[in-house]
Structures are given as structure tokens and as C-alpha cells.
């Protein structure tokens, strides 16, 4: 018996050995630039450029190609991830290989661009360099990525300040990091004019885009913005931050602060949103402030802006949380759905064919015709994402599961035996676990309910 053991165990040993030697092969090879060699491709899209994915044992590989006549395939990006997580990648340093980017923008065909978020680590007129904030972008570009600006140059872009810097083509191999940039952008410049704001614009919406969100003093997302934003008005850095929090019934309350550096301090805050509030307050209010008060307490800080220059307002209120206040920084939304509604309100069974194959139990659209997945920024319709096993059910009932636990949406569990209702401000998810064994999927309209789909 204990031979036997010993056996077992050898063999277990060995296997996770292998493994981890043919992922640790793998692994180089996408972070030197190279295509792994323990994968199967399962799936190739044609375009301008070439999309090729590998999978491996427990990993996964999205390889990007240009195609041209001239040229015909150059490898451009390798970026491999583990249950859908970024961990490593390499981009190819294009910008030696004579392509002519203004011919193929003239021939309509300009190569696939790039952006990440970055904080300006030092700033010249001719050249900033910037460190890139997520790790992903860090990993593929490094800590520190320079930039050139040209002899032409008139913006000043302050240390400290956050930019969006938009690049096309590949990465060369020095340090710092060199792109080749199409476009740099302030923070104030790239995000939506609060006045442009869409009226469905949601919690979700908030904080993929790095709002400080601050949800009843129990949980604040992206404060680490709100913590640079502080250290920039100290070091007199202009910089803007959007902060977001919730009344009493739900109404979203948006507050812009432009700090333009020398105590003046530009404010729009968007009241719109509040239909609980008086018809006369319901509206975009402007104001200038002279001064940042940041009050600490017992119970917590409170962050206002005083000493009014322009405007009706006397005194804002930025934003403010507890001492036991939940914190959650660069929280990611996966695999969010965009739906299209059906003019029926009924269920749908897509498990269908291949599909009913692969799962014990039975998916349904609840009074929707179409809907997409996001996956890694890719909108993928989720049939097919289910066909391919680009994602499975049981992950988006986890990362469900995982935003319900988080704050981020709201759920409900039904006593009949554990079923549960996700819902999303677009959509509503119900997994059922039910007495009598039904263990079916539905996604739907917001308003489904169990009751419709039983």
C-alpha cells in the first residue's frame, strides 16, 4: 500500500514538474517575442492584421501579425494570459523596417494603435519620460517609457501629471522604453466632457474609467487617483480628477475638479441625475475655489473646496470617506455583456448542437436576440465565445459573483435552494440551484425575475 503511495505520488511529481517546465518554456518564449510550441491554434482571424490564438495546458496565447503584400506576416505582439489574467508579453520594435506609416495612412490602412495610462516622471521641452501606471502596460513597455515631443513643441506636461499616450508600430529595445506616438492626452482632455456624460452612464462605467467612487462611505474605488490628485496640488501640479458619489435613494452626483495650479481650483458639478432632487437643483453647477481643506477626524477625512471666486456655490464637498471605508483600486470589471433586446419577452435556449454537448445543464436568453462578451477588450459574440471556449459559463457566473461580493452590483438569493440573480445595470444574470435539481442559466433584460422564466 505504501509502495503504491509512493508511486502515485512520484508520478504526481513528475507531471507537475513536466508542467511547469513546458509552461516555463512557453513563458520565455512569449516574453522574448517568440511563438510558444506547446499549444494547439484553435483560432485565426483575418483582417489588416492577423489574429492567431494558442492554447496550452492551463495557459493561453494571443498572437498578433501584420499582413501586407510588401511585407507579407510580421509579428507585432505576443501576449500570453492564465485564467484570462495578463502575465507576460513582448511587442516588436517595428520602427526599423522601413514601413512608411504615411503611405498607409494615405492608402487607408494605418497600423493598429495602442493606448495606456502613464504619469509623467520627468518633463523637457523636447522630451518627457513617463511611467506607466497598469501592470500589463508595464510589462510589455517597462517602467519607464521616453518620448519624444519634436522641435516644434509648445505643451508643457507637468511631473506627476496623468496623460494617455496613444502609440502605433512596435517598441524599441532601449531604457527607457521608446514608441512611436501618434497622440498624448491629459486626463481632462480624454475623458467625456461631464455635460457629454450619457444619461445611462453607471457605477460600472465609473470605475473602468477611474473615477474616485465613493459608494455610502462603505466602499471607495480608485482612491490611489484621489492620493495623486492630493500630491499634485502640493506640489502646485495641475492635474483634474472626477469623483463620484451616491445619495441616499441611488442618484449619481458627479463632481470635476480642474486644479490649474496657484490655488485655483475649476469645478462642475453634475446634478442632473438626482430625480429625488428640486426641479431648480437639478442642473450643471460651475464654480471657481481659491482653496482645498482636507479635514481629518475620527471618523474619517472630508475633502472640500472654500473660498469661492466665481460661480453660486459657496462650498463643495470633493468627496470624503470613513476610517473603516472599504478600499478597492484597479477593480476590473471582466467579462461584462452589451445585449440587444428582443421585442418578445421569452426564453431563448442557446444551448444548442455543439453547445448542448458541453454543458450539463441549459443556457437561455431571457427577451434578448443578440449578446457580446468582453473579453480583454475584444467584443465577442457570446455563442461563439462559448462554442470556442474563449470563456465558459461558469466564469461569468464567478465574476458575478466576484463583482456581487465587491459592491459593484447588486444580488439577491432565493431560499428554494441557493439560486442566485446578478444584477448588472444592463442586463440581469440567474443561476438557478434549485430543490428539484434545475441548475439552468439565464441572462436577460434588467427586469428579469426568476417568476418570468420558470
Known amino acids: 500500500m505504501k509502495k503504491s503511495l509512493k508511486i502515485i505520488i512520484g508520478i504526481v511529481v513528475t507531471i507537475v514538474i513536466l508542467w511547469g517546465i513546458i509552461f516555463l518554456i512557453d513563458y520565455n518564449r512569449c516574453s522574448n517575442f517568440k511563438i510558444p510550441i506547446f499549444v494547439i491554434k484553435e483560432t485565426v482571424t483575418d483582417s489588416s492584421v492577423l489574429t492567431e490564438t494558442y492554447y496550452g495546458l492551463g495557459y493561453r496565447v494571443k498572437v498578433e501579425k501584420n499582413l501586407s503584400a510588401e511585407y507579407g506576416e510580421q509579428l507585432i505582439r505576443v501576449e500570453m494570459y492564465m485564467v484570462d489574467r495578463f502575465i507576460t508579453g513582448a511587442i516588436a520594435d517595428l520602427n526599423n523596417n522601413d514601413v512608411d506609416i504615411q503611405n498607409e495612412e494615405m492608402n487607408g490602412s494605418s497600423s493598429k494603435s495602442y493606448s495606456f495610462r502613464a504619469i509623467v516622471a520627468s518633463s523637457t521641452a523636447k522630451a518627457i519620460v513617463v511611467k506607466p501606471i497598469e501592470e500589463k502596460d508595464i510589462k510589455i513597455l517597462s517602467d519607464k517609457v521616453s518620448i519624444g515631443l519634436g522641435e516644434n513643441n509648445d505643451m508643457i506636461y507637468f511631473e506627476g501629471a496623468e496623460l494617455l499616450i496613444t502609440y502605433t508600430g512596435g517598441v524599441m529595445e532601449s531604457y527607457p522604453t521608446q514608441i512611436k506616438v501618434t497622440k498624448i492626452q491629459t486626463e481632462i482632455d480624454y475623458k467625456t466632457k461631464i455635460e457629454e456624460l450619457p444619461e445611462d452612464y453607471s457605477f ?37 480628477i472626477r469623483c463620484i458619489s451616491f445619495t441616499t435613494e441611488g442618484g449619481m452626483l458627479i463632481t470635476d475638479v480642474n486644479f490649474e495650479g496657484n490655488e485655483s481650483y475649476r469645478v462642475c458639478c453634475d446634478w442632473t441625475r438626482d430625480k429625488y432632487s428640486s426641479v431648480e437643483d437639478r442642473t450643471y453647477h460651475y464654480a471657481r475655489f481659491k482653496k482645498i481643506d482636507i ?138 440551484h434549485s430543490l428539484d435539481g434545475n441548475r439552468d442559466v439565464y441572462i436577460g433584460v434588467p427586469e428579469m425575475r426568476l417568476n418570468d422564466v420558470r
Open 295 to 432: 479635514e481629518e477626524s475620527e471618523e474619517g477625512t472630508s475633502i472640500y473646496l472654500r473660498e469661492a471666486v466665481e460661480g453660486t456655490l459657496n462650498e463643495v464637498i470633493v468627496t470624503g470617506y470613513r476610517k473603516n471605508t472599504k478600499v478597492i483600486n484597479n477593480y476590473e470589471f471582466n467579462y461584462l455583456l452589451d445585449i440587444i433586446e428582443s421585442e418578445n419577452k421569452e426564453k431563448q435556449k442557446i444551448t444548442v448542437a455543439d453547445l448542448d454537448k458541453k454543458y450539463n445543464y441549459d443556457i437561455y436568453y431571457y427577451g434578448i436576440e443578440k449578446a457580446k462578451v468582453d473579453i480583454n477588450n475584444e467584443k465577442i459574440d457570446l455563442v461563439e465565445a462559448l462554442k470556442i471556449d474563449r470563456i465558459t459559463m461558469e466564469q461569468i457566473i464567478e465574476q458575478a459573483e466576484k463583482d456581487s461580493k465587491e459592491g459593484g452590483i447588486g444580488s439577491d438569493m432565493y431560499k428554494e435552494g441557493g439560486t442566485m440573480i446578478y444584477f448588472y445595470d444592463t442586463y440581469t444574470i440567474i443561476k438557478s
Open 204 to 240: 460600472i462605467n465609473a470605475i473602468r474609467e477611474n473615477c474616485v467612487v465613493n459608494v455610502h462611505n462603505q466602499t471607495i474605488y480608485n482612491k490611489d487617483e484621489l492620493d495623486r490628485f492630493i500630491d499634485n496640488v502640493n506640489n502646485n501640479t495641475p492635474d483634474f
